[in-house]
Nanobody, 117 residues
Framework: QVQLVESGGGLVQPGGSLRLSCAAS????????MSWYRQAPGKERELIAS????????NYADSVKGRFTISRDNAKNTAYLQMNSLKPEDTAVYYC??????????WGQGTQVTVSS
């Protein structure tokens, strides 16, 4: 049974930082590209960062480029999203996604991030 479990969300002041983690089980983690999405109230879910299976390639949405960093530790079956210089508009539920060509994709349950003073 595949599971992706996000953690690390919470309430943070503008300008602060958080690190999200996505712990994977039930799959060969090193074969999956990993991504982080977010969904704010009343908005569609958006892709904000992705990393290749080996970790050699990363991509970011313009809205987070230069502030967020995606990484992975294949030995720990975990992906991360380091979020710095957080803004109120970063408030959303953040979701972890794992995708492997020819196999499919899996989602975590989401973790709430709230940026507010």
């Amino acid at each position: 049974q595949v599971q992706l479990v996000e953690s690390g969300g919470g309430l943070v002041q503008p300008g602060g930082s958080l690190r999200l983690s996505c712990a994977a089980s039930g799959l060969t983690f090193s074969r999956y590209a990993m991504s982080w999405y977010r969904q704010a109230p009343g908005k569609e879910r958006e892709l904000i960062a992705s990393i290749s299976a080996t970790g050699g390639t990363t991509n970011y949405a313009d809205s987070v480029k230069g502030r967020f960093t995606i990484s992975r530790d294949n030995a720990k079956n975990t992906a991360y999203l380091q979020m710095n210089s957080l803004k109120p508009e970063d408030t959303a539920v953040y979701y972890c996604n794992g995708r492997r060509s020819g196999v499919g994709e899996f989602w975590g349950q989401g973790t709430q991030v709230t940026v507010s003073s």
